[in-house]
């Protein structure tokens, strides 16, 4: 979508709030022994609270309120009877709608003890994100959001999952733009709007470049061997930096 008036942005930056907080919300409660069910049902509390409703859920009918992939799953993961263990990389996404605007954020937490693997792949993906996210202005190639993405993991000696990406969103959960690509593509023209409304969330990995259906239609993952992290905001192109949605309150 594009942001055409004041009340556009304030719906969509409640929203964001609402998801921002249920995200950090559900990370403080992760603990060994606590399923990633339980820890769903908490996001799903969070969000009827304030009168949200899961995107997931109610765009594509998901098994679940919130995605919960765990250590080689990247995304899109079901929430159910697994227990989780000290020293599993959890992610988390969350995304929701109310009055008619959809936010989408996401972040992956370490349970307690952090190996230096998964902590320096979580820092070297929130760098990522922050990169990408000084590059966002309006005028410039979309591509430079991947570009800054790939720059980033490079430096840091990890692979980009390439058929994940960013994604327009705002009145809809997935729109125009499509796939962002979290590497830089040569090829993509488009250039980024003033008031356009996309996510940013790069998917970086300790070696994979792809996903696979792990098998339940849903969970999306790569081999046992790799590892992924991924961090996003919803976000509010403009001629200077973006206006960030999804920060908790």
Known sequence: MSIENENDLIALRKIGRIVANCLQYMGSKLEPGITTLELDQLGQQFLEKHGARSAPKLVYNFPGTTCISVN???AHGIPGPR?????DLVNIDVSAELDGYFADTGGSFIIPPESTIKTNLCLATKRALEMALRSARAGQPLNSIGKAIEKEARKNGLTIIENLGSHGVGRALHEEPDFIPGYYDPKDKRILRENQVITIEPFLSTGATEVFDAGDGWTLATAKRFLTAQYEHTLVITKD????MTLPA
């Open 72 to 74: 080689e799953e990247a």
């Open 83 to 87: 227990i989780l263990s000290a020293g």
């Open 241 to 244: 930096k973006p206006l960030i």
